[in-house]
């Protein structure tokens, strides 16, 4: 898609900070608090795709939140940053959202704004919703549809709201015809074509070409409304015009961030939200230990970036406070990729010698382990979407009977591809994330033993779009393998995979498709699944898809990537969601009491 979106995405995938696997495999066997009697906790794993405390939860009080990392934005239509979308359901609204439901089923729409889904016509070109009655925006004022219109039209104004989802544009102006509201030469400031409002309560929207996420992607945040009086354009993050149940009372970047109560927000008018808190903060750290150290203290309640614990604050708090933890899967792989550009990674036999002479279960523990790092990864499709088969699918047996390599088989395909005695490369890991390098190591100390000499090259972790996002670069700097991660926008094959393996998307600068994947089949597939309408012939093609993605040996997973999260003894009604990754679903977090 656009390298705006790119960029964004990639720091969307930002993880913790470096792993120590031998302290972590200590503690999570080392017992502790796992029945959560202690202090109140409600036990290992309890909030993990299921509802923890959800009769404790009492009106009022404030909810504590404390993170490492503001976001990139609080502007709906700017914010990329996985715990802005959670977070931002606080403060605005959408037609539709994800359902407020643990695991699987949060990741599914449910009305919002709107009276219903959409009344889809005209073979899945044509969206038209109804506005609830009594929606308002923080001073009472009706939202109308034309907010909703403009919020979406925000999204072309990339010049000067750079770095939010881009789907919305892409779909309803795939020839890039608007030139968004600022340089909207109508009146009113509303001439996107592809959307109407022929009264105040009717939005329709007429798709030029039918795809069957497109209520995946009004879900997002960038589908909110802006009031064109109360746009402040660059500024608006600073201070989003509220259209839900809580308003910004203060906020300075970097330091903190208060709501408080929306008092013109009707619960009447709104079945998702249940504004159980009566403020909401965040207090901001620049160092993740101290962040740690204060949960555990039980000065905050939830870690807002809902990346895991770092090292020394997770070692601790398996021991003693197990009960107040949970390991969700995140969404996201993480992987090494071959770029085809670079020699002989073009032969798919020399990338199925690096599969098979990789030691699977170094690699995880490379990455943390089972317990923080994730189950050992055997496709590219998450678990979290729509067509995954997990382990099930195991194609060069990386879980099963090569675990830990397979030299035996590494030299058959090294042979095949015309190097027997092995070759030379380079691998690329950003310098910013440890565990990337720890990966790297281990790849290359296993290679070792069939031939292939790895080099290891660490770039500027700020400059991933320009390094390894430029083919160009890739080529030249020998790249012939480059370790990354990935997890869904939103929980389909389209949301996930369609910049990693479509031909499409491949860039000159931004590029995510590093792989370079040129294949006709896959591209058709990805043609045919926007067409289809019905959830099962879509799952149907995403394991199509994500089959010829690891027939074509183009990447090499390492994880299905875990977190370790924290909620305190005062959290009440938790549970994580796969409609934001893994995360706890903030938006109706509440308190065992209102102190």
Not at 146 to 174: C, F
Request: charged share 25%.
């Amino acid at each position: 898609m656009t390298t705006q979106r790119t960029s964004g995405r990639a720091k969307r995938t930002a993880a913790a900070a470096a792993v120590v696997a031998a302290l972590l495999t200590t503690a999570a066997c080392g017992g502790g608090d796992d029945g959560g009697s202690k202090n109140g906790a409600a036990g290992f794993d309890a909030a993990n795709n299921k509802v923890a405390q959800a009769s404790a939860v009492k009106k009022g009080g404030t909810l504590r939140f404390g993170s490492v990392q503001d976001a990139d934005s609080w502007d709906t239509t700017r914010g990329y940053y996985g715990f802005m979308w959670d977070f931002s359901r606080y403060y605005s609204r959408q037609l539709v959202t994800n359902k407020t439901e643990p695991g699987a089923a949060g990741a599914e729409v449910t009305p919002d704004l709107a009276t219903g889904v959409a009344k889809v016509t005209d073979d899945g070109k044509t969206y038209t919703y109804t506005l609830r009655d009594g929606v308002t925006w923080e001073d009472g004022k009706p939202i109308t549809s034309k907010d909703v219109k403009y919020g979406i039209e925000r999204v072309w104004a990339q010049d000067v709201l750079s770095g939010g989802p881009t789907y919305l544009k892409e779909v309803l102006d795939p020839k890039g015809e608007y030139k968004g509201p600022y340089k909207d030469k109508a009146a009113d400031h509303l001439g996107l074509k592809a959307i109407d409002t022929p009264d105040d309560k009717t939005i329709v929207f007429h798709l030029p070409q039918a795809n069957s996420d497109f209520e995946e992607m009004l879900a997002l945040t960038s589908g909110s409304p802006v009031r064109q009086d109360k746009d402040t354009k660059s500024k608006y993050g600073l201070h989003p015009f509220s259209s839900g149940p809580y308003k910004f009372a203060s906020y300075s970047p970097g330091k903190d961030l208060k709501l408080v109560r929306n008092e013109n927000w009707k619960a009447s008018s709104d079945p998702v939200r249940k504004a159980y808190p009566d403020a909401i903060t965040i207090k901001f750290f620049s160092n993740a230990n101290d962040l740690d150290q204060r949960l555990i203290n039980g000065d905050l309640d939830i870690d807002l970036a809902q990346t895991g614990m770092s090292p020394q604050g997770r070692t601790a708090a398996l021991k003693q406070h197990k009960g107040n933890l949970d390991n969700p899967v995140s969404g996201y792989v993480r992987y090494a990729v071959f770029p085809q550009s670079v020699k002989p990674f073009d032969n798919e036999h020399c990338r199925k010698a690096v599969i098979y002479g990789a030691d699977h279960v170094s690699l995880q523990t490379a990455r943390g382990g089972p317990v923080a790092g994730g189950d050992i990864g055997t496709n590219m499709l998450p678990p979290s979407v729509p067509g995954a088969e997990g382990q099930k699918y195991d194609p060069y047996e990386i879980a099963g009977a090569n675990k830990s390599g397979n030299a035996a088989k590494a030299k058959e395909e090294l042979k095949a591809c015309g190097k027997p005695n092995g070759f030379s490369t380079t691998i690329a890991v950003r310098n910013n994330k440890p565990v990337e390098v720890a990966t790297a190591e281990s790849m290359q100390a296993a290679l070792k033993k069939i031939g292939v000499n790895v080099q290891i090259d660490q770039y500027d972790g700020a400059q991933t779009p320009g390094i390894i996002g430029s083919p160009a670069n890739v080529k030249k700097k020998n790249y012939g393998i480059i370790i990354m991660g990935w997890g869904p926008d939103f929980p389909s094959v389209q949301g996930y995979g369609l910049p990693l393996w479509n031909s499409k998307y491949i860039l000159e600068s931004g590029n995510n498709n590093y792989a370079l994947i040129k294949d006709k089949k896959i591209d058709g597939l990805f043609d045919q699944y926007v067409k289809t309408l019905d959830d099962g012939g879509k799952s149907k093609i995403a394991t199509e898809i994500n089959h010829k993605v690891m027939e074509g040996a183009y990447y090499l997973p390492f994880v299905y990537e875990k977190f370790i999260n924290w909620r305190s003894d005062r959290v009440a009604n938790i549970y994580t969601s796969n409609g934001y990754s893994g995360m706890y679903d903030f938006v109706n977090l509440g308190l065992k009491s209102s102190k």
